[in-house]
Nanobody, 125 residues
Framework: QVQLVESGGGLVQAGGSLRLSCAAS????????IGWFRQAPGKEREFVAA????????YYADFVKGRFTISRDNAKNTVYLQMGSLKPEDTAVYYC??????????????????WGQGTQVIVSS
């Protein structure tokens, strides 16, 4: 079992930055691919970014390319999502997810096995 806890959300003005953290426990995440998803009120959950455990390949949704960066620190068992140039439409609850299959954390197939509880990001205009 892998437990995931997100943190770092909050209120930020448009154009600002935030860094979200996804701290894992229970198992090392070095052999798990990690994805970030978000869900805005009244909308479906959508894929944001992912990092493959094999080779470190990264994947981004088109709407965050160039603004968000996903990274990991295996020593701290933590994955980060650095968010910049934030827009009001980035407002959502952000979730991290883990799975041994990269396709699951990119939203390409079935949902990942492990999820965090989410952290709220609010971007004011």
């Amino acid at each position: 079992q892998v437990q995931l806890v997100e943190s770092g959300g909050g209120l930020v003005q448009a154009g600002g930055s935030l860094r979200l953290s996804c701290a894992a426990s229970g198992r090392s995440i070095s052999t798990y691919s990690i994805g970030w998803f978000r869900q805005a009120p009244g909308k479906e959950r959508e894929f944001v970014a992912a990092l493959s455990w094999r080779g470190g390949a990264t994947y981004y949704a088109d709407f965050v390319k160039g603004r968000f960066t996903i990274s990991r620190d295996n020593a701290k068992n933590t994955v980060y999502l650095q968010m910049g140039s934030l827009k009001p439409e980035d407002t959502a609850v952000y979730y991290c997810a883990a799975d041994t299959l990269t396709a699951r954390v990119t939203g390409a197939t079935t949902t990942p096995d492990y999820w965090g509880q989410g952290t709220q990001v609010i971007v004011s205009s």
